[in-house]
């Protein structure tokens, strides 16, 4: 058995260099999926990483999926939305530049809009996005990080005031996370679009704190807690706050799960697709390797001897 001869990606003709290794983008998981595609173990490796991305994604999708039923019953959330229609974008056989100027063929030509990708993992989401940036001048990216860390900061801060030690999740009632939510503006402030936090005796801008007070650890250490109980909150002001960007001429870039996503108003909706799906498993894999190898060709490694001992390496672990 091996890789499928001639479904490889065209990024995958690219010779085995100590450039390439280095470059660590869809070139170097090319070169070394072309360089091991008759390797047993790479084969093998490949595989145990392709059952891996089911089963986390198979996990992390049944969690939203909770989060979300959690919201719909809070009525954070409308129960009756209809599933949004996707249009399937197979990556198959293409380099991220050529997935990215496709999707960028069906966004409008002027003005901004709300594009939100999905697909399983290793499919390339993270990379299209950052290479749809690099090309369109008013385009921005949306997390929801920001969100969630600022309803922790207000989770946090109550607790505090309430004279208690440590963080107690109890204090994450629907009326307490309903009060904090509505303490987060969405909006342009000084010319520029940022989140306000206000209430609490706290009155400051994302921006301010994003590398002071929200990296404390009474935020970090509480935020997966404050994220099982807050999804509706967020998806519901991220909907918000992406439309007024989209209003104002930014191309907002969203990338994650349907779960969420599903959630977020916009007709601009697209899912990557892999139709050999051996193929994300051997990205994966590639990933892991050329990683790995590109530290022991800065020791002065010859490519291909780094990308055997990094497949021992890595598949041995």
Request: hydrophobic content about 35%; proline content about 0%.
């Given at each position: 058995s091996r890789i499928s001869e001639g479904r490889l990606d065209k990024a995958m003709a690219v010779a085995l260099t100590a450039e390439v290794l280095k470059a660590r983008d869809d070139k170097t998981s090319g070169a070394v999926i072309a360089f091991l595609k008759d390797d047993p173990v790479f084969i093998e490796f490949s595989k145990s990483e392709l059952d891996g991305i089911v089963a986390r994604d198979d996990e992390d999708g049944k969690k939203l999926a909770a989060g979300v039923e959690q919201a719909v019953k809070k009525g954070v959330l409308p129960a009756d939305l209809p599933p949004p229609t996707y249009e399937q974008?197979?990556?198959?056989g293409k380099t991220a530049d050529e997935v990215a100027d496709e999707i960028i063929a069906k966004l409008p030509k002027e003005g901004g809009c709300v594009m939100i990708l999905v697909g399983l993992s290793g499919t390339g989401k993270g990379t299209t996005v950052d290479k749809i940036k690099a090309k369109l001048p008013?385009?921005?990216?949306?997390?929801?990080?920001?969100?969630?860390?600022?309803?922790?900061?207000l989770a946090a801060t109550w607790c505090e005031q309430q004279g208690k030690s440590e963080f107690d999740p109890a204090c994450l009632t629907p009326e307490n996370l309903a009060s904090w939510a509505g303490m987060l503006e969405f909006g342009q402030f000084d010319g520029k679009f940022d989140i306000r936090i206000n209430g609490l005796g706290l009155?400051?801008?994302?921006?301010?704190?994003?590398?002071?007070v929200l990296k404390e650890a009474r935020v970090g250490k509480n935020i997966p807690t404050v994220a099982q109980e807050t999804q509706g909150e967020v998806v519901k002001f991220a909907g918000n706050a992406v439309q007024k960007m989209g209003e104002a001429g930014t191309v907002v870039l969203l990338e994650g799960r349907e779960q969420t996503l599903n959630f977020i108003p916009s007709p601009y909706r697209f899912c990557l697709t892999m139709s050999d799906t051996t193929i994300i498993g051997a990205r994966r894999a590639a990933q892991r390797i050329g990683a790995a190898a590109a530290a022991k060709v800065d020791q002065g490694t010859g490519p291909e001897e780094a990308v055997k001992a990094a497949l021992a390496e890595v598949a041995g672990k």
């Open positions: 974008v197979d990556v198959l008013n385009a921005s990216t949306w997390s929801n990080g920001n969100c969630f860390r600022s309803l922790t900061l009155d400051t801008r994302v921006s301010e704190i994003a590398d002071t």
